[in-house]
Nanobody, 122 residues
Framework: QAQLVESGGGLVQAGGSLRLSCAAS????????MGWFRQAPGKEREFVAT????????YYADSVKGRFTISRDNAKNTVYLQMNSLKAEDTAVYYC???????????????WGQGTQVTVSS
């Protein structure tokens, strides 16, 4: 019943844009902060962005600040990650996750999606 399903990943040229979506069950989504994390081959999972329930608190990793925008539509139980000016180093599997508080710490997120692949070619 606690479900998170990412979509929107794919292959894009460097400098291009991509918009990821994460549809969540009401129980998973409601009152939770929603975050995006990514993991590239051979690297640890890293924080990308997170947004509080009301959308009033937002944090971004330094590596994506100014390029990525996180948003949510609570009426649709959906969180988005708009990715612009993509770089090769953005290539990773992107995961959305839900946490009871707005935090950059992956361990605090209780529910995770299956991930969606983003590949940026040079």
């Amino acid at each position: 019943q606690a479900q998170l399903v990412e979509s929107g990943g794919g292959l894009v040229q460097a400098g291009g844009s991509l918009r990821l979506s994460c549809a969540a069950s009401g129980r998973t989504f409601t009152n939770n902060a929603m975050g995006w994390f990514r993991q590239a081959p051979g690297k640890e999972r890293e924080f990308v962005a997170t947004i509080s329930w009301r959308g009033r608190t937002i944090y971004y990793a330094d590596s994506v600040k100014g390029r990525f925008t996180i948003s949510r539509d609570n009426a649709k139980n959906t969180v988005y990650l708009q990715m612009n000016s993509l770089k090769a180093e953005d290539t990773a599997v992107y995961y959305c996750a839900a946490a009871p508080a707005t935090t950059v710490v992956a361990a605090a997120y209780q529910y995770w999606g299956q991930g969606t692949q983003v590949t940026v070619s040079s």
